[in-house]
């Protein structure tokens, strides 16, 4: 009878027989039923005080002989008064649990770097691709971009530079950079007037471009063939590569 909702609602068959079997006789012993449902004397005891506990029925106790009674149908639903209650403790654990974590302080400064390869075969869709990104991260920070740029990048990729400047994000940004002796970089910094320059003291040769722009680290190498790019996005080292060109650039 009922075997299934019996199952669904957490009884199983030994359970279900010896409740069944209280609800009927009204008021019955231990030893009854299990004479009536074949089931352990000691398995009856076991269940009885699992049904006792989930409200199903209850134990008299103190006579010479103990006795079983069912309470109402009704009560089954007792079991989940119990679980909604248990589960309602358990939720207001993890709200204490959530508000004591919130106290504890984040470790901001840390942060897994990102970062990309870029073979020359794709560097240039990928310059006009992360320009943007590059200057939106910049922006949040302080809107400048710094580093060392070889004048090799300007020859190679002198469209995408002025291509960038029209662009209109690129109006909020200023541009700091190291670089070698060269008439490109000369007439690039005259038509850009946001463009700054400085060179590097004589006889300091760096082949290759480092740029730093909010988060990004962006190394570029156009000197020699095959060009390539990696990029670096992780605040921290960023954030210590700006201050080290930043102060070059305020000593030089």
């Known amino acids: 009878m009922l075997e299934k909702e019996f199952s669904k609602i957490g009884l199983n068959n030994n359970e279900r ?34 049904l006792a506990k989930l409200g199903l029925i209850v134990e008299e106790v103190g006579a010479k002989a103990a006795y079983l009674y069912a309470d109402k149908p009704e009560s089954l639903f007792a079991i989940f008064q119990k679980e909604e209650d248990e589960l309602k403790e358990k939720q207001d654990l993890v709200k204490n649990i959530v508000e004591e974590l919130k106290k504890i302080p984040s470790q901001a400064s840390y942060s897994v770097p990102k970062i990309k390869f ?20 910049a922006i949040t ?23 960038s400047w029209k662009q209109p994000i690129s109006r909020d940004i200023t541009v700091n950079l ?55 996005c992780d605040p921290v080292f960023a954030r210590n590569q700006r201050e080290f060109f930043k102060c070059l650039w305020n000593k030089s």
Do not use: C
Request: hydrophobic share 30%; aromatic share 12%; proline share 2%.
């Open 17 to 50: 027989e010896v409740y069944l079997a209280v609800l009927k006789a009204g008021k019955v012993s231990p030893i009854r039923i299990a004479k009536e449902t074949g089931i352990n004397r000691t398995t009856v005891y076991s269940i009885a005080r699992k």
């Open 118 to 137: 870029i073979e020359e075969d794709d560097l240039t869709d990928y310059l006009y691709k992360q320009h943007d990104i590059w200057m939106e991260s």
């Open 141 to 163: 920070r302080d809107a400048i971009w710094w580093g060392y740029h070889d004048s090799s990048v300007t020859k190679t990729y002198e469209d995408w530079i002025h291509w």
């Open 178 to 232: 190291f670089s070698n002796e060269n008439k490109e970089e000369e007439e690039m910094n005259k038509t850009h007037k946001e463009r700054h320059t400085k060179l590097l003291p004589t006889g300091n040769e760096v082949d290759s471009s480092t740029w730093i722009v909010g988060d990004y680290t962006i190394m570029v190498q156009t000197r020699t063939r095959p060009h390539y790019l990696v990029e670096i």
